[in-house]
């Protein structure tokens, strides 16, 4: 067991000073990745690379880039081409994507990139010494929430893998009633475990309005475990807050409710990856190890929708990536000339970001803020195959 004993220790102290010595699923999830010392995200950036735990799409092919910038073009077009279109990226990883799609529209889209205000949001210290360095060419900007204003933003709001990162609450259903699960300290020193208790917050309860789930209903077995996303819904609220005009795009892989709690799902969906394997123990290789739960996709369109936001549309990035080009680009391999290795290698990449098995079934939520009604009638290239 690889654990950093110093974020254990961190861990055990938040626990011993909380009331019932426990703290929320959530509470622990946000201290192992996030910490700002310790954490998964905080300390080294090469955990997202092929040397380490996990890879994104866009260390596959800088074509994932490069099919966003289309959709992000198109978009601009739709807000009337204005002088300054803001691209905010949430969670930029390495730094890869946004050099993907600054580096296709300077070179396809001149008139574009200069209207481009490129931001990233990022928490994780070590990312953004790697973002920085990556980026160091390109008009980039780097800000906190608190540093952009409220009602500011016109263009788009872009993540990539970033709300199944979001730390997550986890439920059981016990004797027909919701409880929550609580992680304490055993009893040997700094080995933690699993308490169930009550709710910690009524907003909990509240979620499954939001969707439309009852969870209690006999459809579900006894000892039914699974996650609820409040972070996802606070960081709508703080895109909504930011935005004033444009499109809010989230990849990830996650489903719609009804798939998400389908009651044959009984121990939710939470994945840990570690060095390019998966497994769903979160109590090991701790703060060396990625957690993640898959994205419910029903609860942000209509918690978007509460809050103002319209649903443009939701597909799969298979689809998505097809739509705006992709399909001709492996077309063109076969008539290309180089390397034979070379095109194979390139064929395989880019056949891996629209498997229907892997990354292509990614979820695609766009939603969009203040479009007037014949803005709002134009149809995004990215959903035409919806």
């Known amino acids: 067991m690889d654990n950093n004993l110093e974020l254990v220790r961190v861990i055990a102290d938040r626990i011993e000073s909380s009331p019932q010595r426990q703290i929320t699923f959530a509470e622990y999830m946000d201290l192992v990745l996030y910490h700002p010392q310790h954490g998964y995200y905080a300390s080294n950036a090469e955990r997202i690379s092929e040397s380490g735990d996990f890879l994104t799409s866009p260390h596959l092919a800088d074509d994932f880039g490069e099919m966003l910038a289309i959709q992000l073009y198109q978009m601009w077009q739709i807000l009337g081409e204005p002088q300054l279109f803001s691209i905010v990226e ?5 730094g890869l994507l946004a050099a993907q799609i600054l580096a296709y529209s300077q070179r396809e889209y001149p008139d574009f990139f200069r209207s481009i205000d490129y931001i990233i949001i990022e928490t994780a210290p070590a990312m953004i010494v790697a973002q920085q360095a990556r980026l160091q060419d390109l008009p980039v900007r780097w800000r906190t929430w608190a540093e952009i204003p409220d009602r500011s933003i016109n263009g788009c709001f872009l993540s990539n893998e970033l709300i199944d990162a979001l730390p997550v609450h986890q439920v059981v259903k016990i004797d027909d009633k919701l409880q929550e699960i609580y992680v304490t300290l055993g ?36 000892k039914y475990r699974t996650e609820v996303n409040l972070a996802a819904l606070a960081w709508l609220d703080l895109v909504f807050k930011k935005i004033q005009r444009g499109y809010i795009i989230s990849i990830d892989y996650g489903y719609t409710a009804d798939r998400y709690y389908n ?26 190890q990625d957690i993640t739960a898959h994205v419910d996709f029903t609860a942000l369109q209509n918690y978007g929708e509460l809050l103002g936001l319209r649903t443009v549309g939701f597909t799969q990035q298979g689809m998505l990536l097809m739509a705006l080009g992709l399909g001709e680009r492996i077309a063109a391999i076969s008539t290309s000339s180089g390397d034979l290795q070379s095109l194979l290698h390139r064929r395989q990449n880019l056949h891996q970001l629209i498997d229907p098995m892997g990354l292509g079934k990614f979820g695609v939520s766009i939603q969009s803020q203040g479009l007037n009604t014949q803005e709002r009638e134009i149809s995004l290239q990215g959903l035409s195959m919806v």
């Open 90 to 94: 949430m969670g930029a990883g390495r």
């Open 187 to 222: 009893d040997r020193d700094l080995v933690l475990t699993e308490k169930i208790d009550e709710l910690s917050t009524d907003k909990l309860e509240q979620y499954w309005q939001l969707n439309r789930i009852n969870l209690l209903s006999d459809r579900y077995p006894e």
């Open 263 to 288: 009651p044959m799902r009984s121990q939710g969906t939470l994945q840990c990856y570690y060095q390019h394997a998966h497994h769903n123990d979160p109590y090991l290789n701790i703060g060396n």
